[in-house]
């Protein structure tokens, strides 16, 4: 078996919150209570969970943008807080929706600039953006405003910002949010092609049906804590196995078996 | 190389979307004709030595004070609401050196917005205007703009980590107005609050300029420029060392997102 690409070992992490405008009150919310996973080369590797149970905390960490409070989180076997110098160049991310673009740029403008803070030589971004222009199919309008596009160009791009350091990860937090369904599917394609050309791909995602297309394994994460983890048709029969039933469940009953389950820590 | 790419990238996307919004349009183009008006009309009755400093140059650096202090606090925040922050804080290149454009992009508008009021005040009031020492004027805006910029790089630092930085900046905008002897001479202050104001680079670089407009010489003015020129250094190794530490700070207390 290969050596794992992400480690995440008894990760935990607290927020500190105010409540209040005048008396702030402060209050510790838990969002990951320990957890424990591995994410292998190539792999599409998709956390599933209700909205709160830690899945964007837990990519915020993995992408160098948080600390953990205790436990590990390594990324190509470096620790995701404090090295991160040497994981950021080999590393992108999305974070759902439209957001981190500039609405105000045209789509290429937006490319080049992000071309130049990610380090990429000015003689070859001229090439590589077009190339992805073309990729996504954004290249006929790239000269318009980002805030012209509709929801679905905005995730297009978002990916190939995402691609122009050549990552050998990429990280989407629930990318397809929004999007009508003949995006959904192209960016189903896009990541599915991302993992045939050797990428890791971690997603979140509340999509059911896409998580049992795309991801190869599953991690169900709920409070904080995972609460099973396998490949889809594992996750199917061990609900069936629970539940006793002669008929394989689908990936969303045996989800929503697992989440309703209670507590085991 | 690229690192100066980066840098000449993050000003020039600066430099042509800050001036799209409204706000910083006021403040380097509205603002420059208000402040050269009003202080034209209370320096008119004064020397000619007085109107330019303080109806002229005091105009004019006033609102480039604004400029930085807005710039630098709503920029960073901005990248919070449009979620960029977190790739640009992320990015290869270093956080610190996207940011630094940023405030050089934002101080090429300060720097034409002293050129506007300057302008305004000539054209409108038609008063002789006087500067002694021409080359020492240049020397003295020059490192002004070095060292506004290291004060809104310093700023920029302080801003990423909190989200009520705002605040803060409403809050310095006008006492230095008040404390840089840039709106009427610093000799009418408290001998307290003069000492203060000498931690702040603005102060020596109002110096300079007066005594290139009263036609001192170069040397003359040597202490100031050699204040200055420390006090700058000072700002710029306090906010590569504040970068250094938000980096650790802001992981740890998630102020990177809009939460
Ligand atoms: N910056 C923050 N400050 C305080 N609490 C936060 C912050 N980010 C997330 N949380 C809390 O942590 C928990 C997990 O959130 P999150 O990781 O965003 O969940 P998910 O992405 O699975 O919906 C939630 O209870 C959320 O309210
Ligand atoms: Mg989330």
Known sequence: ?265 | MSTINAVIASASQQFKTSIGRPMFRFCVIGQPILFGLILGMIYLEKSNIDFTLFAVFGSGLSTFWSSICFSSASDIHRERWYGTLETIYSAPVGFKWIVLGKIIGNSIWGVFSIGLSFSVVVLLFQRQIIIGNLSLLLVGLFLMTLSLIAIGYLFAALFTLSRNARIMMNFMEYPVYILCGILFPLEQLPLLIRSFAYVLSPTWAVKIIHLAVSGSSLFSAINYIVGLVVITIIYGVLAVYFFEKIDVKCRVEATLEVY
């Open chain 1, 1 to 265: 078996m290969k050596n794992p690409i992400i480690t995440v070992q008894s990760l935990k992490r607290t927020y500190l919150t105010h409540i209040g405008l005048l008396n702030k009150e402060k209050k510790l919310v838990e969002a990951l209570k320990g957890i424990d996973f591995e994410v292998y080369p190539g792999e599409i590797f998709g956390l599933l969970g209700p909205n709160g149970a830690g899945k964007t905390t837990t990519i915020k960490i993995l992408t160098t943008l948080l600390a953990p409070s205790s436990g590990q989180a390594k990324v190509f076997g470096f620790k995701a807080f404090g090295e991160e110098k040497k994981i950021r160049p080999r590393i992108n991310f999305i974070f759902g929706g439209e957001r981190s673009l500039y609405w105000r740029l045209s789509g290429l403008d937006n490319l080049k600039y992000f071309a130049d803070i990610y380090k990429i030589p000015r003689k070859k971004q001229t090439e590589l953006i077009d190339d992805l222009l073309k990729e996504v199919g954004l290249y006929d309008v790239r000269k318009r405003k980002v805030e012209t596009y509709s929801k679905g160009m905005k995730q297009k791009l978002q990916i190939a910002r995402a691609l122009l350091n050549d990552p050998e990860i990429i990280f989407l937090d629930e990318p397809s949010i929004g999007l009508d369904p003949v995006a959904a599917r192209t960016l189903k394609n896009m990541i599915r092609a991302l993992s045939e050309k050797g990428k890791t791909v971690l997603l979140t995602t509340h999509y059911m049906q896409e998580a049992e297309e795309l991801c190869h394994r599953i991690a169900v994460i709920n409070h904080g804590q995972i609460i099973a983890l396998d490949t889809v048709e594992g996750l199917k029969n061990r609900v069936k196995n629970e539940q006793n039933s002669s008929q394989m469940p689908n990936l969303e009953d045996a989800y929503i078996h697992l989440i309703s389950e209670p507590n085991i820590a």
